[in-house]
């Protein structure tokens, strides 16, 4: 079940952005890609660090529900096999 969770935090993050660039809300990442793609001719470095945001927030809501895990299933009873 865990797998799911990260690939669900990861994917609404995807989702938040698109969101973000679909609805034309003003501020967040997915509006701030889309007006440094505009003005991309002269610095590019900006577009890259708004999807390199994006993908670092992806990364650590994946982190979370990893350690997450970690942390709820360390008291749990291991099985035994006899």
Do not use: C, Q, W
């Not at 969770?5 to 509006?31: C, M, N, Q, Y």
């Amino acid at each position: 079940m865990v797998p799911a969770f990260k690939l669900g935090a990861s994917g609404a993050v995807v989702g938040v952005v698109v969101a973000e660039i679909s609805t034309g809300l003003k501020g967040g990442i997915g509006r701030l890609i889309i007006e440094y793609a505009r003005e991309a001719t002269g610095d590019p470095a900006k577009v890259f660090t708004a999807v390199f945001g994006a993908a670092a927030l992806g990364l650590a809501m994946a982190g979370f529900v990893a350690i997450s895990d970690v942390l709820l299933m360390r008291n749990r009873p291991k099985e035994t096999t006899t």
